[in-house]
């Protein structure tokens, strides 16, 4: 292209078409420079491709200063939509002394940090990845969002708590009767909208009561239900698959499919007098728990804790029941 560009300029000035060099070596210089400024606008970018193995939405290109300074696709919106333009706002609940300490720490000695934060401007956790790209003295920076780890975190902690309490009034509880009572209204606290929990008498059915919360947030509890045992309510799914069952309406193209395929008994339906969207259901010994209506989407961190909570009831209705034998054999 350069050599006919230049054999061109030459000829239409009326010289020989070698007659100067200078239109030849032009061209070149200019697809050099134009390369050379290319490549620099896109160095940043390029940085981005350069570690396709680490990298992740959302993973952006930062300087020693923390100014982001290059983004694309998923990311770019991420940040656009929080209007984030350096490191900072996205942690505003560090110090800067501590988020300027990564960033030197990771440039000029390890090369590679991790942390985990909280950002307050997207209401999330992360673990924070920084790796420092030497050709560039730039980091490449990307976010992994382990909201839920940390949210099952705290809940197991107070799935502890709460059975600390438990075992601390163990002896009130088996003057009052209430163990259930008290299980129901922490697992409607931790964002279900109804519980259902029984346990299996000496005929194999399930026994138990529902629960849920009234307009002014007081428990309200039903009549005693029987569950027959070969009854095809949900109730008995967890047994059936011998593992912890859950499923959303959500999941069935059909608003009548998730119905059919799980039979909810009419007195639970009619004291709860609500659609039931999603469940959970969990056993342990001859104890049953199904609740209803998570607040967000079920996931697995959700089948843990509930295995936590159904677990720890047992021990508790366990422990009121030797205790009560107990009582009655000393009585006699």
Not at 300 to 319: G, K, P, Q, R
Request: negative net charge; charged residues 25%; glycine residues 4%.
């Amino acid at each position: 292209m350069a050599f006919l560009i230049g054999i061109t300029i030459n000829f239409f000035q009326g010289l020989g078409v070698f007659y100067s060099a200078v239109p030849f070596i032009v061209p070149i210089l200019v697809q050099a420079i134009s390369k050379a400024s290319v490549k620099f606008g896109n160095r940043n970018l390029n940085l981005l491709v350069r570690l396709p193995m680490e990298r992740r939405d959302p993973a952006f290109v930062m300087n020693e200063r923390g100014v982001i300074v290059a983004s694309e696709g998923k990311t770019k919106d991420f940040l656009e939509k929080y209007s984030v333009e350096v490191f900072s706002d996205l942690f505003e609940d560090q110090k800067i002394s501590t988020i300027k300490g990564l960033i030197h720490h990771t440039c000029y000695q390890e090369g590679y940090q991790s942390k985990e934060w909280y950002s307050p401007i997207v209401g999330k956790w992360f673990i924070v990845h920084l790796k420092a790209d030497p050709l560039s003295n730039n980091l490449l920076v990307w976010l992994d969002d382990i909201t839920l780890r940390k949210n099952l975190i705290y809940k197991l902690s107070e799935v502890r708590n709460f059975i600390t309490q438990m075992m601390l009034s163990i002896n009130e509880q088996v003057e009052l009767g209430d163990s259930f009572d008290r299980m129901a209204k922490f697992v409607l606290d931790m964002g279900y909208e109804g519980a259902f929990i029984t346990i299996k008498d000496e005929n194999e059915h399930l026994v138990g009561n529902v629960y849920k919360h009234d307009n002014s947030d007081e428990l309200l509890k039903s009549e005693e239900i029987v569950i027959s045992k070969d009854s095809p309510a949900p109730v008995w799914e967890s047994r059936k698959n011998e593992n912890i069952v859950s499923d959303s309406r959500e999941n069935y193209s059909s608003p009548d499919e998730f119905e059919s395929l799980h039979a909810f008994d009419e007195r639970v339906l009619g004291f709860l007098n609500f659609q039931i969207d999603n469940f959970i259901n969990y056993h342990e010994q001859n104890i049953s728990f199904i609740v209803f209506n998570k607040s967000e989407k079920i996931t697995h961190f959700d089948h843990t804790l509930m295995e936590a909570i159904v677990n720890s009831a047992f021990t508790v209705h366990h422990l009121v029941s030797l205790i009560k034998s107990y009582v009655s054999k000393k009585g006699d």
